[in-house]
């Protein structure tokens, strides 16, 4: 991954902080064109918005330096240069305390059924089975888990990548690990 790019996504993950959330669907960019507007009095067309967060196929995500300083002023900055410069001067921690927006395993009841999703458009259903962290995947949409696979995850941590261990069923010959959110990290919420 190149810098540039790095720079993109750390202005991604800045933006969602200040919106309060990631961005998955039409409605979310719309949203977010909208509170853009409001801060800074600015458009960004849900469009564009989308090309950079790279919702639409087929499409060079690579944005305009205007649409980068009106992101940058949206999370905080005075302009996209100002932006880098931030993100060149911090230190880069490799590790932290988790203290929230986490699901444990072993706090769910079985039967339970957590949705998981992560960029760009990937989505698993998963059955808590009883066992302390043994899922069921129930539903996919552009997934390479298929249902019926079961696996093992301990917990659940919004925008860190998930781990899922030990699958086994569906296609696969022999028991594996799977990384999901591997750019991103993944959302995930309880379904009732």
Not at 172 to 179: S, V
Request: charged share 25%.
């Amino acid at each position: 991954m190149s810098q540039t790019e790095k720079y993109y996504d750390n202005l991604k993950e800045a933006v969602e902080k200040i919106a309060g959330r990631k961005l998955y669907s039409h409605s979310d960019f719309t949203e977010l064109s909208e509170s853009i507007y409001q801060k800074t009095k600015t458009i960004i067309s849900p469009t564009t918005l989308k090309r950079f967060w790279g919702y639409l196929k087929n499409e060079s995500p690579n944005p305009q330096v205007r649409s980068l300083n009106v992101l940058a002023v949206f999370a905080g900055h005075n302009n996209w240069e100002d932006f880098c410069n931030y993100l060149d001067n911090q230190d880069d921690y490799s590790s932290e305390y988790v203290t929230r927006n986490q699901q444990h395993s072993f706090l769910m009841q079985p039967g339970e059924t957590i949705e998981i999703r992560w960029y760009p458009n990937r989505t698993v259903r998963l059955r808590h089975e009883g066992d302390t962290d043994m899922f069921t995947v129930m539903q996919q949409e552009n997934s390479k888990l298929e249902e019926g696979m079961t696996l093992h995850c301990e917990a659940f941590i919004k925008g860190e990548p998930l781990l899922l261990r030990n699958i086994k069923g569906g296609s696969i010959k022999e028991p594996c690990d799977y990384l999901c959110g591997k750019i991103k990290g993944i959302d995930y919420e309880i379904v009732k």
